[in-house]
């Protein structure tokens, strides 16, 4: 069993991994000639093939607009299904192309918009936690992020360890710190942390289970399972929040980071401060519906303890 754990630097060369590298060598060589934006029309061809030779994931695609826009007819909701499709592998690819190829791709490609609402967190002199979401254009845009400000991330670490290398070889190049999700005494330690201020990003908008969940509103879903820890650790910690929207323009190519800030939050009232986090969101998905990541089983976890089946 290969077992690394996020500060393990190491490269990775056991022969398990021997498959993967070869196929990281094919994709490095195919993306020498090509641009970032060639990348994404790649992606967005092999989403096609993707949707007819493996619908499953698909189907997750068109189950989750389904549940959240109940007010569309059947057709928008395919057309608005299969191109989610079409950014959701746009972003893998156009990822994989930062990771193989450096930031210098979007490094003049990005426009950060609300840094004034940043600056005004910073200002007051606490940690600031940032509050992003699973937009399809997140490592892009986490990237053009941590270029323009010394953010730290909370990183999960992924289950395939080349993959992982890769990732957090390229993080810790750009965010100020790396944090492992599933290190809980490193992240609350960088939470507490006071002897510089900080910047900490993460990404709570998945159902991590009933436990670790509150079920409120979320779209067109009235109970969806919603992370309650951040609330408490932005008054245990006494940090301010902002919320952080990521987008890929389409005309005049580029991606853009927009801070926004979070009336009202934290208010100490679990369920009321997992609502308005939600509906922060919400406005941001519903600008461009596309580009958010339905393609996880977002709500899979049911207020009665059972599971919905996808």
């Known amino acids: ?156 670490r992924q289950n395939a360890i080349v993959g992982n290398y890769l990732i957090l070889k390229h993080r810790k190049k750009i965010f100020a710190s790396v944090i492992d999700r599933d290190d809980r005494k490193t992240m609350l330690d960088a939470f507490a942390d006071t002897t510089r201020q900080r910047i900490i990003w993460t990404a709570p908008d998945q159902d991590m289970g009933h436990q670790r969940s509150v079920f409120v509103p979320f779209l067109g879903v009235e109970k969806a399972a919603t992370l309650k820890v951040f609330s408490r650790i932005a008054i245990r910690y006494n940090m301010a929040a902002v919320f952080v929207e990521f987008s890929y323009q389409q005309e005049n190519p580029k991606w853009i980071v927009h801070y926004h800030p979070i009336e009202n939050f934290p208010t100490g009232d679990q369920a009321a401060d997992a609502t308005t986090i939600n509906k922060i969101i919400g406005e941001s998905v519903r600008r461009k519906p596309e580009q958010y990541y339905w393609i996880h089983r977002r709500f899979k976890s049911l207020e009665d303890g059972t599971t919905r089946k996808y």
């Open 1 to 156: 069993m290969i077992k690394k754990t996020i500060h393990d630097d190491s490269l990775p060369l056991h022969p398990r991994t021997w498959g993967w590298w070869i196929f990281i060598g094919v994709v490095w060589l195919l993306f020498q000639p090509i641009s970032i934006d060639t990348s994404r029309l790649w992606g967005q061809k092999i989403a096609h093939l993707l949707r007819r030779i493996s619908p499953r994931r698909f189907n997750v695609i068109r189950r989750n607009i389904g549940l959240v826009f109940p007010e569309m007819d059947v057709d928008s909701r395919e057309s608005l299904a299969i191109r989610n499709l079409e950014e959701t592998i746009a972003g893998y690819f156009e990822a994989a192309y930062i990771l193989l190829r450096g930031y210098g791709s979007i490094y003049r490609n990005y426009e950060i918009r609300g840094r004034e609402t940043l600056e005004a967190a910073l200002a007051e002199g606490k940690n600031v936690l940032l509050i992003g979401a699973h937009f399809t254009s997140l490592e892009s845009c986490g990237c053009a992020m941590g270029l323009d400000a010394p953010v730290d991330i909370v990183h999960r």
